[in-house]
C-alpha cells in the first residue's frame, strides 16, 4: 500500500506547476528532436513520434520521475550508419533488440554498475553535455542577420531577467515560455526575417499509428545485421539515462530505482520502434529544464510528450511560425543551468587525478560527440587511478632474528598493480640465515597475477638455497591458491594448515 501511496503522490502533487514545467520541456524537445533526426538519417516526425511514444511509456514504467526521455543524440550517432545501410526497417528492428537488451538489464538488475561511475565522471559528463547542447545551438546562429541577434538578446533578457521583477505572479509561468509568446508575436507584428521552427523539417500531420513488428527478413542474417547496432543503442541508452537519472537525484536529493529506469527504457523502446519511431534515452538538457522549472513527479514527464503531439498535430501552424532563435534562447539557458561552474574552482582543491579524470571525459565527449566514449574513458581512468592508489599503499618490512630468520611482513593488497612492487621487496642476497618467513596476516591476494608474484618470491628464494615458510595468509588467499595452483601441495609454500 505504501508503494502505491508513493506512486500515486508522484502523479498527483502540484499539478499546475508539473504541467507548465513539462510545457518548457517539450519547447526544448522541438529543435533537438528535430536535429537529431537529422543525424539518424530520418524523418523528423520519425524523431518526434517516438518522443511521444517513449514519454508516455517512460512516464509510466520509469523509476526516476521527472525524467525527460526522447530521440537523443548519441542514439542518432550510432543509427545513422544502420539506417545508410540497410534503410529505416533494420533500424526498427535494432530499436525492438535494444529495447529487450535494456529490459533484460534492468530484470537482471545490472544498475548496481552505476557505483563504478565516479562523481569526477558524472561532473565531466554533465559539463561535456553543457558544452554540446550551447554548440548544437552554433549553427542557427551562423551568417545570422542582425534581427536575429537582437531576438536572441531580448528573449536571454526575458528568461533571466524577468523572474527578478517584483510582479506579482510573475514566477507561475516559466519565463522560457513567456519569451516564446513574446518572440513570436513579435517576429509576426514586425515581419522579421527570422527561421522559423518549419523551417527545421517537415513536421508530423497526424498521430502515430501502430505499425507493428518491422517489415524486415526475420533470419539469422537481419540478426547480424542489427546485432551491434542494437547492443549500441542498448548501452549508450542505458548510459545517458542512468546518469541523467543520477544526475536528478542529486539536484532533488531524492533517490531513484535503477533497475526499473533501465526497464521502463526498454519498455519504451519497444514500443517507439512499433510506431514507427527512433529509440531513445533520458535527455539531461531537457530534463535539468524540466527540473528546474518545477517538474519533479511523473505528470511533467507524460505531459511533454502529449504537449509535444499537441503542438505538432493540433497546433502545427502556429508553432510551425515559432522563430528557431526564441528555443536558442531556451537551449542556451539550459547549457548555462547544466555545466557545473563549481567544478572549475574545485579543480585547484581536489585530487589532481580526479580533475584529470573530469577533463578527459569532457575531452573525449567533445572530441568524438559521443557521451558513452567520454564516460567510459572516464571510468577507465578512474579504475586505473584508483588501483594506482591501492598499490602504493603495499608495504613489506623486514627483521632478522637471533637465530638467523629473516622475517618479512606484507601489509596491503596483491594484485595485477602491485604485484611488481611485491617481487622486488624481497632480497634473497646478504640473508643472515637459510631461512625465511613471509607473513600474510595483513596482506590479500586478490588474482593470478598476485598469486604469479607468490611463486616468484618463493622460486627465487629456493633458488639460492633458502628455506621458505608462509604464513598468516586468510581464507580467501588461500581459496584462490588451491584453484590457481591445483598441482602444487600447499606445503611446496611452506603453508601452515588449516
Not at 117 to 144: C, E, K, Y
Not at 211 to 224: A, C, D, I, K, M
Not at 438 to 447: F, N, S, V, Y
Not at 457 to 474: A, L
Request: charged content about 15%.
Amino acid at each position: 500500500m505504501s508503494l502505491l501511496r508513493t506512486e500515486l503522490a508522484q502523479w498527483r502533487a502540484h499539478p499546475l506547476r508539473e504541467l507548465l514545467a513539462g510545457a518548457v520541456a517539450t519547447f526544448a524537445l522541438i529543435p533537438e528532436v528535430i536535429a537529431f533526426s537529422f543525424v539518424a538519417g530520418v524523418d523528423p516526425q520519425v524523431g518526434l513520434f517516438a518522443s511521444f511514444v517513449l514519454s508516455i511509456v517512460i512516464a509510466v514504467f520509469g523509476g526516476r520521475p521527472a525524467m525527460i526521455t526522447a530521440a537523443a543524440g548519441s542514439v542518432a550517432l550510432v543509427a545513422a550508419p544502420l539506417v545508410s545501410q540497410h534503410g529505416l526497417p533494420y533500424l526498427f528492428a535494432a530499436g525492438l533488440l535494444a529495447g529487450a537488451v535494456q529490459v533484460l538489464f534492468g530484470v537482471l538488475r545490472l544498475g548496481v554498475l552505476m557505483r563504478f561511475v565516479s562523481s569526477s565522471v558524472r561532473t565531466g559528463f554533465v559539463n561535456a553535455l553543457a558544452i554540446l547542447i550551447f554548440a548544437a545551438q552554433l549553427p542557427h546562429l551562423d551568417n545570422a542577420n542582425g534581427a536575429t541577434w537582437a531576438m536572441l538578446a531580448l528573449g536571454l533578457a526575458v528568461i533571466y531577467g524577468l523572474p527578478r521583477l517584483p510582479l506579482p505572479g510573475v514566477k507561475v509561468i516559466p519565463s522560457p515560455l513567456i519569451c516564446i509568446a513574446v518572440l513570436s508575436v513579435l517576429a509576426a507584428v514586425l515581419d522579421l526575417p527570422l527561421k522559423t521552427v518549419a523551417d527545421l523539417g517537415q513536421l508530423p500531420g497526424a498521430l502515430p499509428q501502430w505499425l507493428g513488428l518491422p517489415q524486415v527478413p526475420w533470419e539469422l542474417e537481419t540478426l547480424r545485421i542489427i546485432a551491434m547496432p542494437a547492443l549500441a543503442i542498448a548501452m549508450v541508452g542505458l548510459l545517458e539515462s542512468l546518469m541523467t537519472a543520477r544526475v536528478v537525484d542529486e539536484l532533488t536529493d531524492t533517490p531513484s530505482p535503477k533497475n526499473r529506469e533501465s526497464a521502463g527504457l526498454g519498455l519504451a523502446n519497444i514500443s517507439a520502434s512499433l510506431f514507427g519511431g527512433i529509440a531513445g534515452c533520458g535527455m539531461i538538457g531537457q530534463t535539468v529544464s524540466n527540473v528546474r522549472y518545477g517538474g519533479r513527479g511523473r505528470l511533467s514527464t507524460l505531459f511533454a510528450g502529449v504537449f509535444l503531439l499537441v503542438l505538432m498535430v493540433a497546433l502545427k501552424p502556429w508553432v510551425s511560425q515559432v522563430p528557431v532563435v526564441a528555443l536558442v534562447a531556451i537551449m542556451v539557458m539550459v547549457s548555462v543551468a547544466t555545466f557545473d561552474w563549481r567544478s572549475l574552482r574545485a579543480l585547484a582543491r581536489h585530487p589532481r587525478l580526479s580533475g584529470v579524470v573530469m577533463l578527459a571525459t569532457v575531452a573525449v565527449t567533445l572530441l568524438t560527440h559521443n557521451l558513452a566514449a567520454g564516460v567510459g574513458v572516464g571510468v577507465l581512468l578512474s579504475g586505473v587511478f584508483f588501483a594506482l592508489k591501492v598499490a602504493r599503499l603495499l608495504q613489506v618490512g623486514h627483521a632478522d632474528d637471533a637465530d638467523g630468520v629473516r622475517r618479512y611482513r606484507v601489509s596491503g593488497q596483491v594484485f595485477f598493480a602491485s604485484a611488481d612492487a611485491f617481487i622486488d621487496a624481497f632480497d634473497p642476497r646478504g640473508l643472515p640465515g637459510s631461512t625465511v618467513e613471509i607473513t600474510l596476516a595483513d596482506a590479500r591476494l586478490w588474482d593470478i597475477t598476485a598469486v604469479a608474484a607468490l611463486d616468484t618470491v618463493v622460486s627465487r628464494f629456493r633458488h639460492h638455497g633458502i628455506r621458505v615458510r608462509v604464513h598468516g595468509m586468510d581464507r580467501h588467499s588461500r581459496s584462490l591458491l588451491r584453484r590457481v595452483r591445483r598441482d602444487a601441495d600447499l606445503e611446496d609454500y611452506g603453508l601452515e594448515a588449516g
